[in-house]
């Protein structure tokens, strides 16, 4: 599975970006895939996923209320949302696919990751 991420960019506290990350390779039917993110000296965090064959949705506490994640069949595209931006939400965000879902999403235990986008958000 290859994973292809772009979207990422400068923008002010409150506002919104829209990620998006491109999969081919593989059948990946009954995958789940998502988004984690790594700020400067931290571990990398669990965002969001999403069952690609039910679509149905995760989200890590950093992402509830504000990100929404969603994915386009046709296009084999996973988009996240992201509003109400805040400084803390700056980091390298990365793509991600796994086939399953579970508690190795919150380990950050994945079998394929896209390249990093940087989203900076400014106060």
């Known amino acids: 599975v290859q994973l292809q991420a772009s979207g990422g960019g400068l923008v002010q506290a409150g506002g919104s970006l829209r990620l998006s990350c491109v999969v081919s390779?593989?059948?990946?039917?009954?995958?789940?895939m998502g988004w984690f993110r790594q700020a400067p000296g931290k571990e990398r965090e669990f965002v969001a996923a999403?069952?690609?064959?039910?679509?149905?949705?995760y989200y890590g506490d950093s992402a509830k209320g504000r990100f929404t994640i969603s994915r386009d069949k046709p296009k084999n595209t996973v988009s996240l949302q992201m509003n109400s931006l805040k400084p803390e939400d700056t980091a390298v965000y990365f793509c991600?696919?796994?086939?399953?879902?579970?508690?190795?999403?919150?380990?950050?235990?994945?079998?394929?990751w896209g390249q990093g986008t940087l989203v900076t958000v400014s106060s």
């Open positions: 390779g593989r059948t990946f039917s009954n995958y789940a």
């Open positions: 991600a696919a796994d086939p399953t879902y579970g508690s190795k999403w919150y380990r950050a235990e994945i079998n394929y």
């Open positions: 999403i069952r690609w064959s039910s679509s149905l949705a």
